[in-house]
């Protein structure tokens, strides 16, 4: 949850690890702090709470020595409020050593009476500070930051990145993960250590992740790589495919409008290089599913959190469609707490933009664990839950820095639309000519969403409009549902206003009873040209609420002239197929919940509570 960032090199250490948590703070930003290894042979610290702007302003009043070694960190609170004290980096062996730490230790609490029996004394609430000590007092009696890291954290039960220096040892950077994400940025001369790339993609786009239960130690003239237990390992070395201009607002007024444009983009950047002659063809996922493992599974779990769960909604209508293979969609942490019937034909497929979210990562090594075959659906190179899997699909949306996933979610249901006409097409389920066709509406898909998001003007008058609304309501049927449920989410994270997604055939088996006067309610209209006969049921539901007393804010198509009796105000979307709608009308809503957040005054990119990477259960 929290960002971490260290540097062995030439360059000015603080002015790496503050470039690096400011690419990092949609991780966290209840406090930051860096600490650095001065050129006299002591240790500088420096860290406040709030958000990094603060630790900025006070380094520009009294900057840090000189210096080329150094840590920094930007916290999501779990043990211990936002305050100074708790707030990271912690001290050990007198002041002379260093600890910063992403995560949980679950047995912190032994560990403190340890300490405690031995007279130390703690100044902080977190279970961080635990590790800081436990490492001083090894350092102290083995005199080598290394060997007394390895020590200490194989003590360490829970989820946990850690990353420590000491004034003694200058010019080196020791860190470890176990449950938590950590990678390495090579460069030429010097080395960076990250909780993602974007803390040193500005410098060097080489990359190298650390895998579960390793220790890594960087020096200007390279890295050292080993297990827990101290055995040698040959890292995976990748190139960043985006640079750090990608990372940076670009001149838009927040992180997530700049995604929200880049939306058409990213359905490219997924499309790229996996359609061939009309057709879907995966090959990257063929070494984890053969064509002859796809045509054996007989059942698909999608797991998933938050927003990545409705996009899995979404990828389980056309999964079932186009490949004729029953799909659930599971919260993923609840998934492995019910004891869940997997198999060998049983194919998991994970979603997640981080590839770091811990309850997805759990679940995916208890599918694996029982025998089922796993899929990851994921943004982010060289992370966790890929390197866990069987095979990875990645969506190649490009950094996401807002909290609020935006473009991560229409990414993700497009690989998984993609990976239903593969299947469809393996399995022979789905015709040549049917699927093209499909192919061809995926390809239509960028375009037609540029088309969407020049309505931005109508839709922030809109939200001003409604900036003292204290309620809104969502309704969608079939795969309008899932645009519902994302819808409020988007309003519940950005404008802390009750919102509810509601099935619209629920609405009269207990939801209509929250319609009163006033109430605003959107409405995700399906197509008139859809054979299945939805609209008009879903038409009847506009008119129920709207006898009721309900303010109805529709999206629709251009042309449907039905709803326009029944709406108060109407949104359109360009004709798409069925299947494709929603992936339009979705970015309506998350433009909608951007600009309430704003006009109520709101931080858009950073709401409260919330991180971007949820990495401890």
Known sequence: MCGIVGYAGPRDATDVLVGGLKRLEYRGYDSAGVAVITPDGSLAVHKRAGKLGVL???????????????????????????????????LGDDGRLALIHNGIIENFAPLKEELLAEGAEFTSETDTEVAAL???????????????????????????????????????????????????????????????????????????????????????????????????VQGEEYEVAWDAAAAEKGGWSSFMAKEISEEPEALEQTLLGRVHDGLVVLDEIGGGFPDDVLRSVDRIVLLGAGTSAYSGLLGKYTIEKWAGVPVEVELAHEFRYRDPVLGPNTLVASI???????????????????????????????????????????????PEVAVASTKAFTAQAVALYLFGLHLGRVRGVLPDGESRAMVAELQALPEKLRQVLTQGDEVREMARQMSDTRSVLFLGR??????????????????????EGFAAGELKHGPIALIEPGQ?????????????????????????????????????????????????????????????????AVALLQQFAMELAAAKGLDVDQPRNLAKSVTVE
């Open 478 to 499: 079939h795969v309008g549902y899932p645009v519902a449920l994302e819808g409020a989410l988007k309003l519940k994270e950005l404008a802390y206003i009750h919102a």
């Open 352 to 398: 997640s933009q981080s590839g770091e979210t811990m309850d997805t990562l759990m679940a995916v090594k208890y599918a694996r664990e029982r025998g089922a075959r796993t899929l990851s659906i994921c943004n982010t190179q060289g992370s966790t839950i890929p390197r866990e899997s069987d095979a990875v699909l990645y969506t190649r949306a490009g």
């Open 134 to 232: 436990l490492l001083g007092r090894e350092f102290g009696r083995t005199k080598d930051l290394l060997s007394a890291f390895r020590a200490v954290v194989g003590r360490l039960h829970g989820a946990f990145t850690l990353l420590a220096v000491h004034a003694d040892e200058p010019g080196l950077v020791v860190g470890a993960r176990r449950n938590s994400p950590l990678v390495v940025g090579l460069g030429e001369g010097e080395q960076f250590l990250g909780s993602d790339v974007a803390a040193f993609v500005q410098y060097t786009r080489r990359a190298m992740a650390i895998g579960q239960d390793q220790i890594v130690a960087i020096r200007p003239d390279g890295i050292e790589l080993t297990t827990f237990d101290g055995e040698p």
């Open 520 to 584: 605003r309610v959107f409405v995700i209209v399906p197509s008139p040209r859809d054979t299945s006969s939805l609209h008009p049921k879903v038409v009847s539901n506009i008119q129920e609420i709207r006898a009721r007393g309900a303010y109805v804010l529709a999206i629709a198509e251009e042309g449907d002239v039905a709803v326009l009796p029944y709406a108060d105000e109407v949104l359109r979307i360009p004709l798409a197929g069925t299947m494709f709608e929603p992936l339009l």
């Open 56 to 90: 900025e302003r006070d380094l520009q009043r009294s900057p840090m020595p000189q210096s080329a070694t150094g840590i920094g960190h930007t916290r999501w609170a779990t043990h211990g409020g936002p305050t100074d004290g708790n707030a990271h980096p912690h």
